[in-house]
């Protein structure tokens, strides 16, 4: 959303808390997540990889909504939506978790937090999964508070991000471990800290958890992180695929179930819970995926990212499709994440990818492309 570009900011579409502040740091694209505006580009798409993975970066991420759950029985209401077995969920803890439908589809892919026995958030990919949580615990006649509250997370991420956030918080940051979060406050607002982040690089995520700060509490992070090159930010299309991280909605979607996105292990078939979609996966299982998901090193000068899913060859055989590309500086190629038959995903298999009106040579890599330090 370049400005004097022709798209309606209609109040339909929600603005962040920090939504001025992004704007007066150069926000020059947007995309609509979570009928929100997200900030996707500020200086270019080159420069603020370079931010990111050499320095650190600020994201205004508050379209990654949260739905609260709150009440007796909340944690095993939760269970109810997971395939993930969360028997050792302790209150601070971050759970990355897949939401399934009775089919065994991914709906959402959220990270939950335990705020307490009785007090869940599932901070959410894009999708209206709050209507799908109110309407389960409905049906099941559960008396439960569902919400989405007033929570806008902030996210700092780069090789620099601890030294940003000790200078706001103080040295204790330096004792939050992976996945892990605390409850503090930043002049006077409210936040939940964890050390988690959509990125490939060190990094934390600050919740807001009143909007009346957003701006000012952007303002703070940035004024902390300028004697370290801090710069605004974004998801990073090239930084994620290194990391084989997906997308719901680019690379997966309720057509997908964890076993072809290689992520089985976020699904425990043997638990006694009765969790939404457990037959229809325990005979995905069985039966084995038609398809996997892998990463694709493709051959020739740097592409831009891509709009459309590019189809995949084996020889003149369509075999699959590329769900997300960009050209990485640090591998020093286009990379990919693509669906393919289970015989061709071995790596160093020889493939194409039609890119536009050509054939472009591709081999089959191993994910990640880029190992990085991020959870040390």
Not at 57 to 70: C, F, G, K, S, Y
Not at 267 to 283: C, N, P, Y
Request: hydrophobic content about 40%; overall charge negative.
């Amino acid at each position: 959303m370049r400005r004097g570009d022709a798209i309606n900011l209609s109040n339909r579409v929600r603005r962040s808390p920090f939504f001025e502040a992004t704007l007066a740091a150069g926000a020059q694209d947007f995309t609509i997540y979570n009928h929100m505006w997200m900030p996707t580009l500020y200086a270019s798409a080159e420069e603020d990889y370079r931010a990111l993975t050499e320095r650190v970066t600020l994201w205004d991420t508050a379209a990654e909504r949260q739905v609260e759950i709150r009440g007796p029985g909340a944690e095993d209401f939760v269970r109810r939506l997971t395939p993930r077995n969360l028997d050792r969920w302790a209150i601070g803890q971050c759970k990355y978790l897949f939401l399934c439908d009775e089919t065994g589809g991914i709906i959402n892919d959220p990270v939950g937090l335990k705020l307490a026995e009785d007090h869940i958030w599932l901070s959410l990919a894009d999708g209206d999964i709050l209507h799908w949580v109110k309407g389960l615990a409905l049906g099941w006649g559960l008396d439960l508070s569902i919400t989405e509250p007033d929570v806008s997370p902030l996210q700092v991420q780069g090789p620099r991000a601890t030294e940003v956030m000790e200078a706001v918080i103080g040295p204790s940051i330096r004792d939050l471990k992976f996945f892990r979060f605390m409850e503090t406050e930043i002049d006077g607002a409210p936040v939940v800290i964890s050390r988690t982040g959509w990125s490939n690089e060190r990094g934390y995520e600050i919740f807001l958890r009143d909007g009346r700060f957003g701006n000012a509490l952007w303002g703070r992070f940035m004024a902390a992180g300028e004697p370290l090159g801090v710069a605004p930010g974004a998801p990073n299309q090239a930084n994620r695929i290194e990391a084989g991280m997906l997308s719901y909605g680019a690379d997966m979607n309720c057509s997908n179930t964890p076993f072809e996105i290689g992520l089985r292990q976020f699904v425990d078939l043997s638990q006694e819970v009765d969790f939404i979609g457990k037959a229809a996966l325990a005979e995905t299982r069985d039966k084995g995926p038609d398809r996997l998901i892998v990463g694709l090193r493709i051959a020739g000068e740097a592409l831009p990212s891509n709009t459309t899913r590019d189809p995949v060859f084996f020889g003149t055989e369509k075999v699959g499709e590329v769900t997300s590309r960009a050209f990485s500086a640090r591998a020093g190629a286009n990379i990919a994440l693509a669906y393919l038959r289970p015989d061709l995903t071995e790596p160093r298999t020889r493939l194409s990818v039609d890119v536009g009106d050509r054939h472009v040579d591709a081999t089959v890599h191993s994910l990640p492309f880029i190992v990085t330090d991020k959870r040390a």
